[in-house]
């Protein structure tokens, strides 16, 4: 079993940067890999960034790049994600997520993510 619990969102104007966290209770932090996707209204939640157990390797949706830092602390059993440069469609919820089944790789798939924290707001005015 694994917790998460999103903290950070909150309303930024275009331009901007917010940063959010994410802490992780149970299993040992350090054994799998970490994603963070969003959700727009009306719109299939998606992949944002992603990063193995390490650090070493990580992933990002062609929308973030270059804006978005994804990084983790596993001594603080955290995982954290810069946003800069934020624009009006990075509004959405954003979840945490644990691929319990992979250490060394990532995945974009959320079918291979098994726990999800409850999400946090984020709203980018113009």
């Known amino acids: 079993q694994v917790q998460l619990v999103e903290s950070g969102g909150g309303l930024v104007q275009a331009g901007y940067s917010l940063r959010l966290s994410c802490a992780a209770s149970?299993?040992?932090?350090?054994?799998?890999?970490m994603g963070w996707f969003r959700q727009a209204p009306g719109k299939e939640r998606e992949i944002v960034a992603a990063?193995?157990?390490?650090?070493?390797?990580?992933y990002y949706a062609d929308s973030v790049k270059g804006r978005f830092t994804i990084s983790r602390d596993n001594a603080k059993n955290t995982v954290n994600l810069q946003m800069n440069s934020l624009k009006p469609e990075d509004t959405a919820v954003y979840y945490c997520a644990a691929d319990l089944g992979r250490s060394y790789g990532v995945t974009d798939r959320q079918d291979d993510y098994d726990y999800w924290g409850q999400g946090t707001q984020v709203t980018v005015s113009s």
């Open positions: 149970g299993r040992a932090f350090s054994s799998y890999a």
């Open positions: 990063i193995n157990w390490k650090g070493s390797t990580t």
